[in-house]
């Protein structure tokens, strides 16, 4: 599958610490890291993530590290990013999905280049202009809104898949409702000093099944929004 990214903007091709050669480096990484699925590989190999952080920070953006992005919040770790895409799509076809927490607008992006209708909400109004810029910038069509994301966005719903990219202590239940039959979610469960990616599956019938994956570390997810 070639992701789809309809328009490259002149730098998004990259030069020196953001070039071919430097994103190859970090895919090459996640495969010794366990990443197997091919086409969320190539989304990272194409995606240019180093135009999803602040200038200063784009010779940085190819390693596997989260980085900030203002607001004492982070662009997830490529590892994680990978992970996360990787179990949404594992045996299915999603068609939607629904990410709670756009942040840089980087995992979105990932989604969207691997051809799903992605759905995200973020609480901080700053962060999503900047993130909605970048992703028109590079011809992505994904559907945003400036909300607390806990509520989901049920006029969507039901969503093939949901993504959080924030923590909570516990899984929402307004985003389980919100989850087709046979649909996945994943998303980080704990607190400040331990956290672990959890997976969650509803099938036909609706009965909901819950995996722990991997320990991660991820902003929280707070109430309310700002501007
Ligand atoms: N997916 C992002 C990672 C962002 S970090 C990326 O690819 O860059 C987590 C994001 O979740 C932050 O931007 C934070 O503001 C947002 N967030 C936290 N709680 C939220 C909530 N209740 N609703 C929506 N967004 C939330």
Redesign the pocket.
């Given at each position: 599958m070639t992701p789809r990214l309809r328009v490259q903007p002149a730098d998004a091709a990259g030069s020196g610490m953001t070039s071919q050669r430097v994103r190859d480096r970090l895919v090459q990484r996640l495969r010794e890291a366990g990443i197997v699925d091919e086409n969320v590989l190539n989304a990272i190999r194409t995606v240019p993530r180093h135009l999803?952080v602040d200038e200063a920070l784009a010779t940085r953006a190819y390693e596997d590290t989260a980085l900030p992005?203002g607001?004492s919040?982070?662009?997830?770790q490529p590892w994680v990013?990978a992970r996360m895409t990787e179990v949404l799509l594992a045996g299915r076809a999603p068609r939607t999905v629904l990410?709670?927490?756009?942040?840089?607008?980087?995992?979105?992006?990932?989604l969207a280049s691997l051809g799903l209708d992605v759905y995200?909400?973020?609480?901080?109004g700053d962060?999503l202009r900047l993130?909605r810029k970048r992703l028109r910038l590079l011809g992505l069509n994904v559907r945003s809104k400036h909300?607390?994301?806990?509520v989901g966005w049920p006029e969507h719903g039901p969503y093939d898949a949901i993504?959080v990219?924030?923590a909570a202590p516990a899984l929402v239940h307004d985003l389980i409702d919100q989850l087709a039959p046979g649909g996945c979610l994943v998303a980080p469960v704990g607190g400040a000093s331990s956290q672990a990616l959890v997976q969650l599956t509803k099938d036909a019938d609706g009965h909901v099944q819950q995996t722990t994956l991997a320990p991660v570390m991820?902003?929280?997810?707070?109430?309310?929004?700002?501007d």
């Open positions: 999803f992005i607001h919040q982070t662009i997830s990013v990410e709670v927490g756009t942040g840089s607008g980087y995992q979105a992006a990932i995200t909400v973020e609480r901080i962060l993130a909300d607390d994301g806990r993504m990219t924030a991820f902003v929280p997810l707070l109430s309310g929004t700002l």
